[in-house]
Structure formats: C-alpha cells, structure tokens
T-cell receptor, first 113, second 110 residues
Framework: KAGVTQTPRYLIKTRGQQVTLSCSPI?????VSWYQQTPGQGLQFLFE???????NKGNFPGRFSGRQFSNSRSEMNVSTLELGDSALYLC????????????FGPGTRLTVL | LAKTTQPISMDSYEGQEVNITCSHN???????ITWYQQFPSQGPRFIIQ?????VTNEVASLFIPADRKSSTLSLPRVSLSDTAVYYC???????????WGAGTKLIIKP
C-alpha cells in the first residue's frame, strides 16, 4: 500500500496570507489527524477527522481549520498567517479505532516571512 | 485529566539496552499504548503497540505492568542510528482522544 502523502512538501508564505495543505491517507483509512511541530518541540495536536466529521480538536485558534472529503483525503487551512505559524505540519492516518496505528506522512514545511 | 508523561531526555552508549518509561496514570480499560520514533524533519514512525503484559517485535519490546499505569519501551543493543525522539501515545477508546507524551530525546554515544 502507498503511504501517507502530503502536498506540498515545502511552502513559503508571507504574514497575513492564507495557506491550504493537503493530506492523502493510506487506502482504507478513515481517520486523518493533523499536527504542528515547531523546532525542538513535540507534536501539537490540531484536529482529527473521521468519516468527514471532526472528532477531536486541540487548543489552536480558529485560524486553523480543516475538512475531510468522502474519499478520506483531508485539507488543513491556516488563515491570516503569523510568523509563529512557521512549522512542520504533519498528518497521520489510521483506521480510526483505538487499536489503530497512526501512520505519518513526511510533513509540509511551512515558512512564514 | 488524562496525561502521558515521559522523561525529556536520556543518554546511553552503543551496545547497551535502553529503557524509556512512560507514565499514563489515567489510562482506561480499553486504551492502547503505542510508541513512535522520530528523526529530525521526518514524520514519526511506528515502533510497537501493546495493551497489556509484554509485546516484542524485531526492533523493540514493550512492557506493560498489570495496572497499566505505565509502560516501558526497551531497545536492545542500541546503535548511533537509534538517536531520535521517542513518543508514547495512549489512544482513548471511548472517544479516540489522542494523548501524546512530550517525547524523550535519546542520544546514543559511541
């Protein structure tokens, strides 16, 4: 099976702009989770989608939003970008059950200037 | 409040066995415990998963005591390439809440 893919891999934006990141999960996986990781920091959970519904949400401002399509592909949007949004954004897919392992993509490196 | 706690960092030497313990005092009956490894600028990679007692695969062992309030990842005979950050994850069965530890930075010295 193909792994989790994320596009684009690298992105440079300026403050105030918005950005959309895409994640294609492993075939058959219905859950997609998004994480933000800044240099030297751990995984900060953004939100999780399961069967097109947001099932869990982390403590991020409303500028961060997401959605999931019927084919389980997911997008994450960040509006009004700030310098502090520069980070590696990771998505992970899983079957969506408690014993389901999360498989991570390579991430999108976002730089905000 | 559900929380997963692990040491911030650990050092060891090549050829040694390394044990990293994660504390999850509020684990619920059907929650699973999973460990991941992450290298810089890459996504975390699954290492091992368990529910209770002991699980072993080709790269690691996972020890879970009867009360399940902690778990220990054991890496046998580590090498320099095992230098990475290791994360403990508990997935709450009732609502699929993902309870991540902050990660343990493991440095292996020659």
């Amino acid at each position: 099976k193909a792994g989790v893919t994320q596009t684009p891999r690298y992105l440079i934006k300026t403050r105030g702009q918005q950005v959309t990141l895409s994640c294609s999960p492993i075939s058959g996986h219905r859950s997609v989770s998004w994480y933000q990781q800044t240099p030297g920091q751990g995984l900060q959970f953004l939100f999780e989608y399961f069967s097109e519904t947001q099932r869990n949400k982390g403590n991020f401002p409303g500028r961060f939003s997401g959605r999931q399509f019927s084919n389980s592909r997911s997008e994450m949007n960040v509006s009004t970008l700030e310098l502090g949004d520069s980070a590696l954004y990771l998505c992970a897919s899983s079957l969506g059950t408690s014993g389901g392992t999360q498989f991570f993509g390579p991430g999108t490196r976002l730089t905000v200037l | 409040l559900a929380k997963t706690t692990q040491p911030i960092s650990m050092d060891s030497y090549e050829g040694q066995e390394v044990n990293i313990t994660c504390s999850h005092n509020n684990i619920a009956t059907n929650d699973y415990i999973t460990w991941y490894q992450q290298f810089p600028s890459q996504g975390p990679r699954f290492i091992i998963q368990g529910y209770k007692t002991k699980v072993t695969n080709e790269v690691a062992s996972l020890f879970i005591p009867a009360d399940r309030k902690s778990s220990t990842l054991s890496l046998p005979r580590v090498s320099l390439s095992d230098t990475a950050v290791y994360y403990c994850l508990v997935v709450r069965d009732s609502n699929y809440q993902l309870i991540w530890g902050a990660g343990t930075k493991l440095i292996i010295k020659p």
